[in-house]
């Protein structure tokens, strides 16, 4: 039995390839070992996802529903420049079911309140002619060849204090849907909310609904 086995040795130490091969083999069925003992061992439960994500804004906290995030923000909380949501917004759509309205929050912008903008910056840019619209607001149009060009701004009277909306209008071809656009300064961070026109009628509710979102934002009073 030791005679075979110096055989053995000697034919594998002059015969590298057979050693290579015998290593190879006895590694492989050392992994497969490892590979079973690991699919029998059970995995271990995932986290299940937080309903809410906290963020600071402005040195604002806020507490916000994982469901409202679009998809390019950051879902590990902390501080952040803005947050980008879509909302379902109750009773927005025809048939009764929640449109999905986009709201953006950034840091207020010391440099203008958004309720001066009609006066101080869109005036300059509007044509003289005036309309009125269902739910009260006041239509004025851009001038060509102003910077919003192409756009109609909405006001509460009597001078947009209340609330605004610039709206893009219809194209020729009808291919773009217009989209309105509104910006409100709530708890110190503005609120931009974009929307249907035909949303604009009930320009009150948006208001209301915008506040009602900071404050389910906001982080619960300590126990």
Do not use: N
């Not at 909380?77 to 986009?102: C, K, N, Q």
């Not at 044509?127 to 619209?133: F, G, H, L």
């Not at 709206?167 to 609120?191: H, K, N, Y």
């Amino acid at each position: 039995m030791v005679l075979a086995a110096e055989r053995l040795f000697s034919v594998v130490a002059r015969r590298p390839s057979v050693l290579l091969r015998l290593s190879l083999a006895a590694a492989a069925a050392g992994a497969a070992a490892l590979a079973g003992t690991a699919f029998l061992r059970p995995a271990a439960p995932q986290k299940p996802a937080p309903a809410r994500i906290d963020y600071e804004l402005a040195g604002h906290p806020l507490s916000v529903p994982a469901s409202w995030l679009r998809e390019t923000m950051d879902r590990s909380g902390g501080t952040v420049p803005r947050l980008d949501l879509a909302i379902p917004w109750p009773g927005a759509a025809a048939d009764g079911e929640a449109e999905i309205v986009a709201v953006t929050l950034v840091p207020a912008d010391a440099a203008l309140d958004p309720a001066e903008r009609p006066a101080k910056l869109y005036m300059r840019f509007l044509t003289p002619e005036t309309w009125s619209t269902p739910g009260g607001l006041v239509l004025r149009r851009f001038r060509p060849g102003t910077p919003y060009e192409g756009e109609e701004l909405y006001l509460a009277p009597p001078d947009g204090r209340r609330f605004f909306a610039r709206c893009t209008r219809q194209a020729a071809t009808g291919v773009v849907a217009p989209l309105c656009t509104t910006v409100m300064r709530l708890a110190g961070i503005d609120v931009m909310l974009r929307f249907g026109p035909e949303r604009l009628a009930e320009w009150a509710r948006l208001g209301a609904g915008a506040e009602r979102l900071i404050a389910i934002m906001a982080p619960p009073e300590p126990q």
